[in-house]
């Protein structure tokens, strides 16, 4: 140990394996997660994940859904920052929502401004069709009983069969989810792109399009939403694919203005679709905003050989030239890759989270590129990452998100001949920056004796490991708050030295004095 870890914090192309001894680098695993930077997730037969955020305290929710041969339940857990499920959260940090005996799949999560997960799916019905569902949680992982009927919702949205994919809460609290509705053709099963919008109580808002729900048509006979996001006028952005039938697919987005209808000042009439190149099949499974109100999409394309396509929109829809070449980016792995989430972070770095798989076996994928869209050498194997959750295993990566301290992490599903469980991994995201130290403090401190203590506050940006050297002493461990043994009455100076888990140092200094009381 180089020192006693602030407590006080805490509260407040290679495969990757552990990481390598010494200082680790962008795009290793972190160690301090779970021993080994990974961990899995049994809970029943078979066991999904498709959600993650962080919350105010590090914690990490993971939603997804559990099933065995006679049902499946909306299932989240949450985790202590050190990848140790919370005890405090539901039962052994795990909770299982069952909506009245049916079939429910989770797709989605986030966390409303009080600190409540939102966790939005599928729940078939009792002919066989699908029903949107949601369920939200306080914060011990209970139901809450002011949203919905005892803490669930159960929505048709205007139809039959409809599918929730993606989920997003507004500046208002209002919660957007996205997926596909369907639409009756006497020859073919018609999809289109679907959005509802529900108030904060759960009710669907009928302020928005026609009774709290839209759909968008590409004319094409599969028009599917994968994700949503929303901008800072609380402009809903929905991303998928508009197919041919199988033929022939394109990545698709559509604009809402908060009211509902198509927002005609982006793309062609609110609505833009990207191929890539010779890509027969291309599709957007993720999609976010930048600060700069740009709207970046990724997902997957092929030919022969699928691969993670990136594209970069200006707010009116048009692609991003400064961004990889015209405005896209394609990223090839060594065996079939797909992203599946995406996630920036504070540098304006984008992160890509997939899978890449060869057969039956494959690793969770990670690709980091710069703001232009070419890929960051600093992170892992020439910007990429790939990592196996066991030798004969498959992995999807459905999910990422980025703490505070910079860290990535990605949550999906780990797939083995019996079963599937959750998968979650944590990486080393941050670059060689130090943390920041301050001792805080009086500068004087009086004594009517000869002899007297002085105490500070040892204040860091992350949790690091200290180091304390009082006057010409040697530097030893120490943690906040401090304090001296009993200084002589005269001048003296206290350095502290912070290292963060990545090994970058910080350092601070504070000079104080001892005087005697008259």
């Not at 994940?49 to 559990?66: E, K, P």
């Not at 394109?250 to 009211?259: I, V």
Request: charged share 25%; glycine share 14%.
């Amino acid at each position: 140990m180089l020192g006693a870890l602030v407590t006080s914090l805490l509260a407040g192309l290679g495969t990757t394996g552990a990481a390598s001894a010494g200082v680790p680098d962008p795009g290793d695993l972190d160690r301090h997660f779970a021993g080994t930077g990974k961990t899995t997730l049994d809970i029943r037969q078979s066991d999904s994940a498709q959600g993650i955020a962080i919350d105010a305290q590090g914690r990490i929710v993971v939603a997804g859904s559990t099933s065995d041969a006679t049902s499946s339940d909306f299932t989240v857990a949450r985790y202590m920052p050190d990848g140790s499920l919370d005890p405090s959260f539901g039962t052994g940090g795990i909770v299982r929502t069952d909506f009245s005996g049916r079939a429910d799949r989770a797709t989605a999560l986030d966390l409303d401004s009080d600190g409540r997960m939102v966790v939005a799916g599928m729940s078939k019905g009792p002919r066989g069709l699908d029903y949107c569902a949601m369920a939200r949680y306080r914060t011990n992982g209970s139901l809450d009983p002011s949203f919905g009927d005892g803490g669930r919702v159960l929505a048709s949205l205007g139809g039959p069969d409809n599918s929730i994919h993606a989920m997003a809460i507004d500046s208002q609290g209002r919660i957007v989810v996205a997926g596909q509705r369907y639409r009756y053709h006497d020859t073919f099963d018609y999809y289109d792109f679907l959005v509802g919008r529900f108030t904060p109580n759960g009710t669907l808002d009928s302020t928005f399009g026609r009774n709290g729900t839209v759909s968008t048509d590409f004319v094409y006979t599969l028009d599917w939403a994968y994700s949503v996001a929303l901008d800072s006028r609380d402009r809903i952005i929905a991303a998928g694919e508009a197919s041919s039938y199988g033929e022939t697919s394109s990545s698709a987005l559509a604009r809402y203005r908060p009211g509902g209808g198509l927002d005609t000042s982006f793309g062609d009439g609110g609505k833009v679709e990207t191929s890539f190149g010779n890509h027969i099949y291309d599709e957007a499974d993720a999609v976010t905003v930048d600060d700069a109100g740009r709207i970046i999409a990724a997902g997957g394309g092929s030919l022969y050989h699928t691969e993670f396509t990136l594209s970069r929109y200006d707010p009116d829809g048009n692609l991003d030239a400064s961004f990889g070449s015209g405005g896209m980016v394609r990223t090839r792995f060594p065996d079939s890759a797909w992203a599946n989430a995406l996630a920036l972070d504070g540098q304006g770095r984008i992160v890509a989270v997939g899978s890449n798989t060869t057969g039956a076996v494959g690793q969770l994928a990670l690709a980091r590129y710069k703001p232009d869209g070419s890929l960051d050498g600093s992170f892992g194997s020439g910007g990429m990452v790939m990592t196996p959750f066991g030798r004969e295993n498959d992995v999807r990566g459905d999910a990422a998100a980025i703490d505070e301290r910079g860290r990535i992490v990605a949550a999906g599903t780990v797939y083995s001949g019996s079963g599937s469980d959750f998968a979650l991994a944590r990486y080393v995201g941050r670059d060689k920056a130090p943390p920041e130290v301050q001792v805080k403090g009086r500068s004087r401190f009086r004594t009517r004796h000869d002899r007297r203590r002085a105490h500070f506050r040892l204040v860091a940006s992350e949790p690091v490991e200290l180091l304390c050297k009082l006057d010409g002493g040697s530097f030893h461990e120490c943690s906040s708050p401090y304090r001296t043994r009993r200084l002589a009455i005269g001048r003296h100076r206290l350095k502290v030295r912070a290292t963060d888990e990545a090994g970058n140092v910080g350092t601070d200094k504070k000079r104080f004095r001892i005087a005697e009381r008259r």
